[in-house]
Nanobody
């Protein structure tokens, strides 16, 4: 059974940092693209960042580039999202996802999704 389990969310003050983790299990993700999305109440799910599991190539939504960093640990089968200089607008549920065929940041048809982890940034 394939599972993506997110952790690391919580409450943080504006300007603070959090590191989210996505533990992947149930299959090999070699050749997959791993991504982070976020969704706030009343808003559509938004692409945040993605990483090619095999090649390590990364993709970011332009507005978050420089504050957020996606990375992976092959030995732990885990993908991370380091979030710095957090702002109240970053408040959302953050989801990890995996897709075999990368179709760009606007595509939301992923093969696997995690349940999400809540991030709340207070002003």
């Amino acid at each position: 059974q394939v599972q993506l389990v997110e952790s690391g969310g919580g409450l943080v003050q504006a300007g603070g940092s959090l590191r989210l983790s996505c533990a992947a299990s149930g299959r090999t993700f070699s050749g997959y693209v791993m991504a982070w999305f976020r969704q706030s109440p009343g808003k559509e799910r938004e692409f945040v960042a993605a990483l090619s599991w095999s090649g390590g190539r990364t993709y970011y939504t332009d507005s978050l580039k420089g504050r957020f960093t996606i990375s992976k640990d092959n030995a732990k089968n885990t993908v991370y999202l380091q979030m710095n200089s957090l702002e109240p607008d970053d408040t959302a549920v953050y989801h990890c996802a995996a897709v075999r065929r990368w179709l760009g940041p606007r595509n939301k048809e992923y093969d696997y999704w995690g349940q999400g982890t809540q991030v709340t940034v207070s002003s």
